[in-house]
């Protein structure tokens, strides 16, 4: 190998440079976001049905849709929630399913079915993905400017200006109100000339009219003979004439008031306590976040003189923040990191030339890694930065490795720096392939583990690999060049203080390698009793929590509660929140959720936005507004969560981390068991924001037909109902074109008529034979209390129990839920099981453990061809089982929870380690060596192994002391890293000889005994 290096040196650095170009070319392409592209297996499907009750919206439309969704490939739960006249199904598919396929075959079900549902059925089928969240959104206030003029300004101005922007796949506009044209007929009027509100819509739409009347020719033209009757407006639909007689003829306008106004709204959108129009910006799924987000602000900024006067355009949340927050405390920590690695070569070597090689090589792999991450399609975000500011260490100790060896064989002037560099091939490729090796099991992750830690562990092996080839062919050439034997010499000089710690070294391990099997069942017994306390005392969590710089309140007034009292009540709630000093802008909606989904006039959402650090913690923040809304705007409930775990939760289904799910047929006792189960929660400490599934909607106005007055009053249902939706909730009976807009034109009765419940039963209504009576002499009247929504999974009834946790870890909570739920006598035909975040918990431990085991045995199978020996293979993997329990100690010292993140890092742990095991015994040549071999091994190997260590823990640092924004989500995988490296890296030393040692004499003794036989 030393002769082809150099042979091919030339070759070798025009390659290098020319993969870094391009690798430096492919950085500045990738695509930039939060998170990598997932393809999350769920569909959200939602469903309208007019205003039907809710017993018969689910019996008449959810109940048959969940069926013929049931026949899609590949569905493995299909959930619902069903309310008045309007459902809810979530849809979840097998991980690996073509989501796009599935959401086609879902429509076509949906479609297939609709002719068999109830009249005025309606449906859309949204695929959910990270990007259901808007990545920009911006809020529009005036005080001069009407709302009707907001809205018409975000829909036809802004809209259309951001939607061609390259990435932006959706604009949506939220509040606001829609112009109309107001025809407020007075029933008295209309009765005295025997007219009913049947004509005067007839009229309406009769003289609102564009029509072709023919073709005809003249003189070498064609022509096109057009009918225009269109309105433009008030005084047109006033000189509407609805009859004519001796009298003269009788105009709308006689009989009604029509009026340009605001339509009808039943929803509340304000931002920063002022009513707002709200735009939201969603990007595709392969877009480039930060890219789009400064196309935006631009297109913004070189607009922004002709907006209208006294408008505002405030940012209420932007993800650039975030990702450039992120991406800067990730490409620091690589900076202090590969700072941190560059002391502890220099403090070892002593060389600035050998230090001059890490820094050419390290960025220059880190470029190629880039080029490879567009070469698999993946973008830079939050884990494949991550992913190589974890692998900076090991990069390092690959390169360092190979210039530790070339220095001592140097120093000993035993071969040059090629021929050192081919010694140290096989041992690199070994140590090198059983860190990447750990990878290859993560590919067949599944759930938000996979999707989330794919892109990292992808990262993680393509650098590793690029490393291990520049160290193998760069790292000689560059040293060849660069390196003086004087270097050799300072590295030499500069290990004294090394030398007298491997005289100690050599000294206890001659006391320790004559009773090796003794010393090695007290590692092992001294590893399981702190393991599994640690274990027993160790928190545990999903997802690592971040300060994401803001969060999503969702609130919940008192079921029936007026869309007027919710306003107030959720205005003092702003108040709370505008007093708080970390707070910078926000956004509300009341009656419409950020993220879709059934929502009441009752409830809704809100997005808060800090200010930058310093300031409270994002958890202190959201505790202190919960406890003053608790304290001074009661009845009104809320739930915090940051945005990042809301998708999550909203990707997943639930995403409250505490789920308890009753099933039965009975729904009383499906109830019961819910109140009982509520208190339960509410009871443990830690657990708040309790809250039932199915909520209460709004107080109806039952209307019973009495059909043999009906009869007798020559009325039937259908020219009733008419009559009614027309004088109760107006009813549109035309449009007017004003330009690009659409104004609809509202039949409707004075609001007097309409104003209170006792107004219903007086509202006059016309006969066939053209006679008049009021409503309660042919129905009935009555107010009904709200009814509860219905949910259902997998076709059975379903009521989940939800809460969120405050200040204690998911596992121990649970452990009190379900001895909470234990304790519990719920009734007969009840059954509960838990759901939430906990349930993805569990399955991401459980495939994490796999991923585990697969690990240890693909390490255990490379470390048996490298060495051609068992016992060195079960050597090293001891070491790496007792170094799991100083992960689990670690962990549990440092208070970090163990979640998927650190579950991560317990796998690397298990490479990492392996790595400097097969260095260890690539030291020792042999079948049968002697201890004096063993000890001479660990002398040769304590320096490069105490340099691998330290500096891996090094980089690291700055992700496990969570230093930025972005670190935090990483910085458990850093903490079990540094916890196993601390641990197992002096293990290698001495535990990987003594258990080599025990298992040797093992061998030898099962010879003699065969051979005196």
Do not use: C
């Not at 990262?459 to 003086?484: E, G, H, K």
């Not at 008419?722 to 449009?735: D, I």
Request: hydrophobic share 50%.
């Amino acid at each position: 190998m030393s002769v082809w290096l150099s042979r091919q040196s030339r070759f070798i650095i025009a390659a290098f440079l020319l993969l870094v170009i391009s690798g430096a070319f492919a950085m500045s392409r990738l695509p930039v976001g939060l998170f990598p592209t997932i393809q999350f297996p769920r569909l959200s499907v939602s469903l309208e049905a007019g205003d039907r009750p809710v017993d018969q919206m689910e019996a008449q439309v959810t109940r048959p849709v969940e069926e013929a969704l049931r026949a899609v490939p590949g569905v493995r739960n299909i959930r619902s929630q069903t309310s008045r006249g309007s459902a809810e199904v979530s849809v979840t598919f097998d991980w690996g399913s073509d989501i796009v396929t599935a959401a086609l075959q879902s429509e076509s079900e949906l479609a297939r079915l609709a002719p068999n549902l109830p009249a005025g059925f309606a449906f859309n089928v949204r695929r959910m993905d990270p990007t259901i969240f808007p990545v920009m959104g911006y809020s529009l206030t005036s005080d001069a400017q009407s709302e009707v003029a907001l809205k018409t300004f975000a829909q036809y101005t802004l809209r259309p200006l951001l939607a061609s922007l390259d990435g932006v796949v959706e604009v949506s506009v939220l509040g606001g109100r829609d112009a109309e044209f107001e025809v407020k007929v007075d029933p008295v009027r209309l009765n005295a000339l025997g007219l009913s509100i049947s004509d005067v819509e007839t009229a309406i739409s009769a003289s609102n009219i564009v029509a072709a009347a023919g073709k005809l020719e003249d003189r070498s033209r064609l022509y096109l003979a057009i009918i225009d009757d269109r309105l433009t407006g008030a005084d047109d639909i006033s000189s509407i004439v609805l009859t004519a007689g001796p009298n003269g003829a009788v105009e709308l306008g006689d009989v009604a008031e029509v009026r340009l106004a605001a339509a009808p709204e039943w929803t509340r959108v304000t931002a920063d306590g002022k009513a707002a129009v709200l735009v939201n910006i969603r990007q595709a799924p392969d877009a480039n976040s930060l890219a789009l987000t400064h196309a935006v602000k631009r297109v913004l900024a070189r607009e922004a003189p002709a907006f209208p006067k006294g408008m505002t355009v405030t940012p209420y949340y932007d993800q650039s923040d975030l990702v450039v927050s992120a991406a800067t405390s990730v490409r620091d920590s690589i900076l202090i990191g590969t700072l941190l690695a560059g002391v502890v070569l220099l403090f070892f070597l002593r060389s600035i030339r050998l230090v001059l090689v890490v820094a050419i090589l390290l960025p220059a792999v880190l470029a190629s890694t880039a080029l490879l991450l567009m070469v698999f399609g993946l973008s830079l975000n939050i884990m494949t930065l991550g992913g190589m500011a974890a692998a900076v260490g090991l990069i390092v100790d690959d390169i360092v490795v190979m210039l530790e060896h070339i220095t001592r064989r140097l120093s000993e002037k035993s071969a040059t720096v090629l021929e050192a560099a081919t010694e140290m091939s096989r041992p690199l490729i070994g140590s090198s392939l059983a860190t990447i090796i750990v990878f290859t099991p993560l590919a067949f992750l599944s759930g938000v583990t996979g999707g989330f830690f794919k892109a990292l562990a992808v990262t993680m092996a393509a650098s590793l690999a690029i490393s291990m080839v520049f160290a193998l062919s760069v790292a000689p050439i560059l040293s060849r060049a660069l390196a003086r034997a004087e270097d050799a010499e300072r590295a030499d000089r500069a290990s004294g203080w090394l030398n007298r710690l491997a005289d100690g070294y050599g000294a206890l391990m001659a006391r320790l390698l004559p009773h090796a099997r003794i010393a090695a069942l007290a590692l092992i017994a001294i590893a399981a009793v702190t393991g599994g306390l640690s274990a027993s005392r160790i928190a545990s969590g999903f997802m690592p929590q971040m300060d994401e710089g803001g969060f999503v309140l969702d609130y919940v007034a008192p079921p029936g509660l007026s869309l007027t009292e919710t306003d107030r009540l959720v205005t003092q709630m702003e108040d709370i929140i505008r007093s708080l000093p970390e707070v910078a802008s926000y956004s509300r909606r009341t009656g419409l959720q950020l993220g879709g989904g059934l929502t009441e006039a009752n409830e809704g959402d809100m997005f808060i936005r800090l200010k930058p650090f310093p300031r409270r913690n994002i958890e202190e923040v959201m505790a202190d507004i919960r406890k003053r809304v608790e304290q001074t705007v009661p009845g009104l409930q809320i739930e915090t969560i940051q945005l990042m775990g809301d998708v999550i939760g909203d990707l997943t289904a639930v995403p409250q981390p505490v789920e308890v799910k009753l099933y039965g047929n009975d729904p009383a006792s499906l109830a019961t068991a819910a109140d009982q189960t509520l208190v339960a929660l509410e009871a443990i400490h830690g657990v708040v924001e309790v809250q039932k599934s199915d909520r209460t909607a709004g107080d109806a106005i039952n209307i019973t037909l009495d059909p043999a007055h009906l009869a007798l009053e020559g009325l039937d249902p259908a020219s009733l109902s008419s009559q009614l939706e027309a004088l109760v909730g107006g009813r549109p009976v035309g449009a007017i074109q004003a330009g690009e807009r659409s104004l609809a034109i509202r039949l409707w009765s004075p609001e007097t008529m309409r104003d209170r419940v006792s107004a219903i039963e007086g509202l006059m209504l016309r006969s066939s034979d053209g006679h008049i009576l009021p409503l309660e002499r042919v129905a009935k009247v009555e107010v009904l209390s709200g009814q509860p929504q219905s949910s259902r999974e997998n076709l059975q009834p379903m009521t989940a129990v939800t809460g969120r946790l405050e200040g204690r870890d998911m596992g121990s909570a649970m452990t009190d839920v379900r001895r909470a739920m234990q304790g519990l006598s719920l009734p007969a035909g009840v059954r509960y099981e838990f759901g939430g975040l906990y349930a993805e918990q569990q399955k991401s431990f459980t495939d994490l453990m796999t991923v585990f085991a697969a690990a240890f045995l693909l390490s255990g199978l490379l470390l048996v061809f490298l060495f051609r020996s068992l016992s060195q293979a079960l050597a090293i993997l001891g070491v790496v089982g007792l170094s799991v329990a100083g992960v689990l100690s670690g962990l549990m010292l440092t208070g970090t929870e163990l979640n998927i993140a650190a579950m991560m890092g317990l796998t690397m742990v298990i490479g990492i380690i392996a790595e400097l095991g097969v260095f260890y015994f690539a030291e020792i040549s042999g079948e049968q060596p002697t201890h004096d071999d063993r000890i001479a091994a660990g002398k040769a190997r304590l320096r490069p192994i105490f340099m691998s260590a330290l500096i891996a823990i090094l980089a690291l640092a700055p992700l496990a002391l969570k230093i930025g924004q972005g670190s935090a989500l990483l910085a458990p995988m850093a903490v079990a890293i540094i916890s196993g490296l601390i641990v197992g890296a002096p293990l290698v030393l001495i535990a990987a000889p003594i258990l080599h040692a025990a298992m040797a004499r093992r061998v030898a003794s099962v010879q003699q005994v065969e051979a005196a036989s």
